[in-house]
C-alpha cells in the first residue's frame, strides 16, 4: 500500500480514506501537529479537512485545542473500514470490453 513516500503514507489518498485516517487517529483525542504528522497532511490540506469533518459533526476541537472524533465520526471509521475490507475480498472480474451493438451498449469479456 505505500507508495513512496518518507512518511509511510500513501502518495494518492482518496478523500474518504484521509476522513477515516483523521478520525480514527483522533478517537482519542489528539493534539493538531501530531494528528497532522501520523494521517500525514500538510498544514493546508490538514485545514480543508478538519473544517469539513468538523462542519459535518465527525469531528470536535476541545477546549484544550485538541481534535477528537465524535460518535458519528468513529461510526463513519469504522463504516468505511467494513466497505474496503469487504472490496478487498471480492475477487478480480476478468477483463471486460463495453462495445456498441447499435441497440445500446454490451459487456463482453476481452480475447
Known sequence: ???????????????????AEIIRNAINGIRKTYLMSRVG???????????????????????NGTYASTSNGIDYSNA???????????????????MTNGNGYQVKPRA
Do not use: C, W
Not at 5 to 18: A, C, F, V
Not at 41 to 59: D, N, R, Y
Not at 80 to 98: E, F, H, Q, W
Open 41 to 63: 497532511l500538510s498544514s493546508k490540506q490538514f485545514k480543508e479537512h478538519t473544517e469539513f469533518l468538523i462542519g459535518i459533526g465527525l469531528l470536535e476541537v476541545k477546549t
Open 1 to 19: 500500500m505505500n507508495s513512496g513516500n518518507n512518511n509511510g503514507h500513501k502518495s494518492r489518498r482518496d478523500t474518504k480514506e484521509i476522513y
Open 80 to 98: 468505511y473500514r467494513k466497505a474496503i475490507d469487504l472490496l478487498n475480498g471480492i475477487s478480480v472480474p476478468p477483463r471486460l470490453s463495453i
